[in-house]
């Protein structure tokens, strides 16, 4: 064992725990790469939505990253003079005021330690005091900085968000998103976690880059007279050799960053979907495979962040080498020149208090001066990862601007059909017009197409006049919902001619009616709100005699009033809630109304009731029911096979009727 140790030298034991190092890190590179190729593997038989976004998305430190990052700062900063202004500035000023009490802890510190080394009790007391003295300055300085970074954080969620909202709850456009759209997966994903972390990272981007160049440059002017410009000089070439090789080593952090926030919103996705659909899961006894779905996205979304732990985890290991210990070692090599070149007139005539002195002051600026270099170099790691954010929120305003300007992306399964049916239809997305026009509704050679683009009635003519029910029956799948989507212009209008009236003029009640957050009067008169009902100059007891027609009346009374809050989904069973409906429609009093399945709970002599005060208040009814009591409500039925047939037809005393 002796004849070992002395090979166990201070020098053989570093470069023995360096080979380790490298040989560990190694290993780990290894690790990282064959599960990159595994998850490249496996990722041929994920969401080809996601494939297809990850050969558009880029995202790194560069020219499109400046261009889009300036966009989103002019919608987060409206203005020259706002209030978001006011906090960068104040966040500027604080940084140059704590910059300063560095310099002044720095300089006091080390005249304090000056004093003791002496055995100056006088200046040990009085700068002992003046460090006592300044201490609830240096406090409010710091504490102004993090309330001002804070409430900056917040100004620009508020306004990137509010943005954001505005333009996806303008018109249909959230609908669009998600049906006719497959560009974004979970835009509440994006409208929620990732535009928090992207405020927070440009906020603390501002404050981690501000301060550190303030910093080098304050430092840089006190060291020149101290040392020279030689010594700043090397640091600052230092920093731009390390600076620009760590970027190109950091390039995969932002499209990491960007797959991270994917699998997180696909994981929030099936999550949110167990609790929507519980019941009908429950009734199925669908838990083991629901867990199967969620622990197989869990896993996905695992395995990536253990990549990126693992790709982290090694630019870590290159960034603390790099921008701490040897920003440490050129810091030495610059504050040391002075003090060893013995030719050097500063410190000829110096007593060993005055060197200690001099090289406490100068070395600790160089340090923090170094430490500020480090920051720099780091923050590069920051800019990175915000490159990702970035390339999301740019992404979704993108897609919101062309929704809202009638454009959309989607997979069109047209290409599978035959080549007459492609040379008969050519699918071109909002080809064809909409007039809008009080009391009819005219298909006039309107094609029934999906968005995707199959193509359920190739040309689709017909004509209602107010005051003339249309019952539409068929087959599951014929198009009897696409119609209605198509009259809703929540489709895009493949070509022809549809008059109809005004959106405000046409009120759609589904089977499953949606109850809004809210009071009891809320549910009657949505999307209306309370301000909007007294304008109409309609009163509650106006709204009591509405759920009095659907025999409602006594919920009022069981709820406790207008003004009850509940959840209403809950509250309400299946056959209130298509009565409730019921009221909301004779409370708007549209032209015309769609009725799909609306009234599958309700008995046929309420049933009954409710069409005939539809029709003795003037409101013209689309109903889809399989009901045979309903055809004596209406006067034409329009019948889909399901094959791209249809027929229009006035019903008679000779009509079949469908149903049961």
Same mark, same amino acid.
């Given at each position: ?225 101290? &040392?020279? %410009?030689?010594?700043? #000089?090397?640091?600052?070439? $230092? +920093?731009?050799? =390390?600076?620009? !090789? *760590? ?73 603390? &080498?790099? %921008?701490?210990?040897? #920003?440490?070692?050129?810091? $030495? +090599?610059?504050? =040391?020149?002075? !003090? *060893? ?85 050519? +699918? ?233």
């Amino acid at each position: 064992m002796a004849a070992y140790s002395k090979y166990l030298t201070v020098r053989h034991s570093a470069i023995a725990g360096a080979s380790a190092a490298a040989c560990a890190l190694l290993c780990l590179l290894n690790k990282r790469r064959a599960a990159a190729q595994h998850g490249t593997r496996s990722g041929k038989q994920a969401l080809q939505n996601n494939e297809k976004e990850g050969k558009k998305e880029r995202a790194m430190v560069d020219r499109v990253f400046i261009k889009r990052i300036c966009r989103i700062l002019k919608i987060m900063v409206p203005r020259t003079f706002c209030k978001e202004t006011g906090y960068l500035l104040l966040i500027a000023v604080m940084l140059v005021v704590r910059t300063y009490c560095d310099i002044w802890m720095i300089q006091n510190g080390t005249v304090i330690e000056s004093a003791i080394i002496g055995r100056s009790r006088k200046d040990f007391k009085k700068y002992l005091f003046n460090f006592i003295a300044a201490m609830p300055a240096i406090s409010l300085v710091n504490n102004f900085l993090k309330y001002g970074l804070n409430e900056l954080k917040l100004c620009f969620r508020v306004r990137l968000t509010r943005y954001l909202y505005e333009e996806y709850l303008k018109a249909y456009t959230y609908y669009k998103m998600g049906n006719l759209d497959n560009r974004i997966a979970n835009p509440d994903q994006l409208l929620t976690q990732d535009v928090e972390k992207f405020c927070n990272s440009v906020v603390d981007l501002y404050s981690n880059l501000s301060k550190p160049f303030l910093d080098i440059v304050l430092y840089i002017f006190k060291l020149t007279s101290a &040392i020279g %410009a030689q010594g700043p #000089a090397s640091m600052m070439a $230092y +920093l731009i050799i =390390s600076g620009f !090789f *760590l970027t190109r080593l950091r390039r995969p952090i932002g499209k990491m960053t960007i797959t991270e926030q994917k699998y997180e919103g696909e994981y929030r996705y099936v999550n949110s979907r167990l609790i929507t659909n519980s019941e009908e899961i429950a009734f199925y006894n669908g838990n083991l495979r629901e867990k199967q779905t969620i622990y197989k996205t869990f896993r996905k979304l695992v395995e990536h962040l253990h990549n990126f732990i693992l790709f982290r985890f090694s630019m870590g290991f290159i960034d603390t &080498i790099i %921008a701490k210990y040897l #920003a440490t070692v050129v810091g $030495y +090599l610059v504050v =040391s020149r002075p !003090f *060893l070149n013995l030719a050097d007139p500063r410190h000829q005539n110096s007593t060993h208090a005055e060197l200690l002195e001099d090289y406490y002051q100068s070395g600790r600026m160089l340090l923090r001066m170094s430490q500020a270099l480090g920051r720099i170099v780091l923050a590069g790691r920051e800019m990175t990862r915000l490159a990702g954010f970035t390339a999301r929120i740019t992404e979704l305003m993108q897609v919101l601007k062309d929704l809202n300007s009638g454009k959309y992306q989607r997979t069109m399964v047209s290409q599978e059909k035959d080549a007459d049916q492609k040379q008969a239809l050519p +699918l071109i997305p909002g080809s064809g017009e909409i007039i809008n026009t009080d009391n009819l509704i005219k298909f006039d050679h309107v094609p029934l197409v999906t968005p995707n683009g199959d193509v359920l009635i190739q040309d689709l003519n017909f004509e209602v006049r107010s005051g003339a029910n249309v019952l539409i029956c068929g087959p599951n799948g014929c198009g009897k919902s696409s119609l209605f989507r198509v009259l809703g212009e929540l489709w895009p209008l493949f070509g022809g001619r549809l008059t109809k009236p005004v959106r405000g003029k046409l009120f759609y009640v589904p089977q499953r009616p949606y109850m809004t957050l809210g009071t009891l009067r809320d549910q009657v008169i949505y999307p209306d709100t309370l301000e909007d009902q007294r304008k109409k100059g309609i009163s509650d007891q106006v709204l009591k005699e509405y759920l009095d027609n659907v025999q409602l009346g006594q919920i009022l009374e069981r709820e406790g009033g207008w003004d009850s809050v509940q959840d209403w989904m809950d509250v309400l069973s299946g056959g209130e809630k298509q009565r409730m409906a019921m009221a909301r429609l004779f409370y708007h009093k549209p032209q015309f109304a769609i009725l799909d399945e609306c009234t599958s709970a309700v008995s046929v002599d309420v049933e009954g009731y409710i069409y005939s005060h539809c029709r003795k208040v003037g409101i013209t009814l689309f109903t889809v029911s399989h009901r045979k009591s309903l055809w004596k409500h209406h006067d034409f039925y329009l019948h889909m096979d399901g094959r791209g047939n249809y027929e229009f037809k006035k019903i008679t005393e000779d009509t079949v009727e469908f149903g049961s």
